[in-house]
């Protein structure tokens, strides 16, 4: 196989921490890039010296192209994946993979027919932090976890949404705070317990009432399927991007990510164990540095199909499901069982 010839759909805030990656990947080459703005989209296909497409439907009718990168508003992922897979392109999809479990559904049938691969840009879990936390768990040292606690404070404001009017709105973000920031923190604390029983939760729009009509602030408890209790709260409305503040309890001591910091507390001893790298340049600072790591992995499973142990759908699947049983949750004021 020659170079892997990428092509990214939707050329918006995230798509340079997909372009970086496959600019410097030496064995895939930026081969083309597709926006609906087409002043935008051809000014950077310039600097990049790729293709450029106004339609992503012509970019799959083009069968020089290998894999897609989903880097397009919520509510047209699905339709994109769907016709990715069936063109017979590998696809790299920006979180979450979809909107809700009826989208779901039709993207898990998709890929069952589809001989190519979808991996779901999960980039936490590669962070050094939360890869160490896993060895961790993994090894038993600290005994069996009984809890995690998560803390998301971030801060969104009137022109993070008047930009990207598809933001703020049930019908095309499908949620805004769950859905959109604090899935990633979800996510985790799933990954780390080794998945979750049930939920229960408030949502709720405060200080951004008058710019968008889905949920600013959630908080929630869960039960984990190894026994353990999570307690989750997350906002849009603090007035800075905080790293997120992480706390797993263990019967004989506790992890710590602050900062971006790990530490393990035993018998008072705080150890710091390792820190998480921070990008440069345009990449928000706040968003990780791992997105490099996950494509890294994903085209390493297109050339050897064997090799990647990344997230794919059926994980993408579990913290859509929590972040679709908080909103059922707040609404019905009940516990919501997830599937196993
Ligand atoms: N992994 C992360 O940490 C992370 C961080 C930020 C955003 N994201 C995800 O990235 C995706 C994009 O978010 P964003 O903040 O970059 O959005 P954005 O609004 O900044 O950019 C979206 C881009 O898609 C283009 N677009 C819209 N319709 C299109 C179509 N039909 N065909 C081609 N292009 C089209 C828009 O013109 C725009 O340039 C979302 O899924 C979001 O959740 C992930």
């Known amino acids: 196989m020659g170079p892997i010839h990428a092509a990214i759909i939707g050329a918006g805030s995230i798509h340079g921490c997909h372009a970086d990656p496959i600019l410097q990947h030496p064995q895939a080459r930026l081969y083309a890039l597709v926006d609906t703005d087409v002043d935008k989209g051809r000014a950077l296909a310039e600097k990049y010296n790729c293709r450029f497409y106004a339609d ?21 992922h699905r339709e994109m994946i769907i016709a990715a897979l069936a063109a017979g392109k590998h696809v790299f999809s920006e979180k979450p993979v979809v909107m809700n479990g009826s989208e779901l559904a039709q993207i898990q049938a998709a890929v069952e027919r589809a001989d190519t691969q979808l ?6 879990r590669l962070n050094p932090t939360s890869q160490r936390i896993r060895q961790t768990i993994q090894s038993g040292t600290l005994g069996n976890m009984l809890s995690i606690k998560a803390c998301l404070t971030w801060h969104r404001h009137g022109a993070y949404y008047n930009q990207s009017p598809w933001r703020g709105r049930w019908a095309t973000e499908g949620g805004s705070l769950l859905i959109n920031q604090a899935i990633h923190t979800l996510d985790l604390m799933q990954w780390f317990a080794g998945g979750v029983q049930r939920i229960k939760g408030v949502v709720e729009t405060s200080l951004l009432e008058s710019l968008i009509e889905t949920e600013d602030s959630a ?77 890294n992995d994903f ?12 997230a794919d759908i059926h994980d993408a699947a579990v913290s859509l499901r929590m972040v679709n049983a908080l909103y059922q949750s707040s609404a019905q004021r009940r516990w919501i069982d997830l599937p196993r």
């Open 56 to 76: 992503y439907r012509d970019l799959l009718a083009d069968a020089e192209v290998d894999v897609v990168h989903i880097c397009t508003p919520h509510h047209l």
């Open 119 to 124: 991996a779901v840009c999960y980039q936490n």
């Open 219 to 295: 908080m929630a408890t869960m039960e984990f399927t190894n026994g353990a209790r999570g307690i989750f709260y997350a906002t849009n409305c603090y007035t800075t991007d905080s790293p997120l503040a992480l706390e797993i309890h263990f019967e004989r001591g506790f992890l710590q990510l602050e900062r971006n910091t790990l530490w393990q507390v035993v018998d008072e001893q705080r150890t710091a164990l390792v820190n998480d790298e921070l990008p440069h340049g345009n990449v928000k600072r706040y968003w990780g540095d791992s997105h490099r790591q996950a494509i």
């Open 299 to 310: 085209y390493a499973a297109i050339l050897d199909p064997t090799q990647y142990g990344g």
